[in-house]
């Protein structure tokens, strides 16, 4: 489990940046994404780089993926979001506080994850009145 913070210019390329990871990284979150003060999030990725940032963000969010952290960065770096992804290890000094913030935090708004939510062993037969899958964009044709 691996805690992901992203920052940017604005709300679109935030939920850009979380679809691109979702959809072309193959990264499955866990959480929704949280709200995240911006000035934090900067000092915050100021001290993981140890150096100064070129430029500030107006908004970052936070969530966790179910994959672990070495294979989260390997899968951000093949892709290229439009804002900047950090991936927070828990060795970091500041992992416990972005956690703790993240317990309270509201929710950020305008996000929906586009993957299907499975029970197990999906099966497809049209007259089945069972369905395992509880994401309704799939399957329409029972309706």
Same mark, same amino acid.
């Given at each position: ?28 979150? =866990? ?41 989260? =960065? ?48 999906? $099966? ?5 009145? $069972? ?13």
């Amino acid at each position: 489990m691996a805690l992901i913070l992203v920052r940017g210019e604005n709300n679109s390329k935030l939920l850009n940046a979380i679809a691109d990871m979702e959809r072309h990284g193959n990264l499955n979150l =866990i959480t929704k994404p949280k709200v995240v003060d911006a000035s934090f999030a900067d000092s915050l990725v100021e001290n993981i780089l140890n150096s100064k940032l070129r430029t500030k963000s107006n908004v970052a969010t936070a969530f966790f993926v179910k994959e672990d952290t070495t294979l989260s =960065i390997m899968q951000i770096k093949k892709i290229h979001p439009p804002a900047h992804v950090v991936v927070v290890s828990n060795e970091y000094d500041d992992y416990a506080e972005l956690e703790k913030i993240l317990s309270t935090a509201k929710e950020f708004s305008g996000y929906h994850s586009h993957k299907a939510v499975n029970d197990g062993i999906i $099966d497809y037969k049209i007259n089945k009145k $069972d369905r395992h899958i509880k994401n309704d964009k799939l399957n329409s044709y029972n309706k």
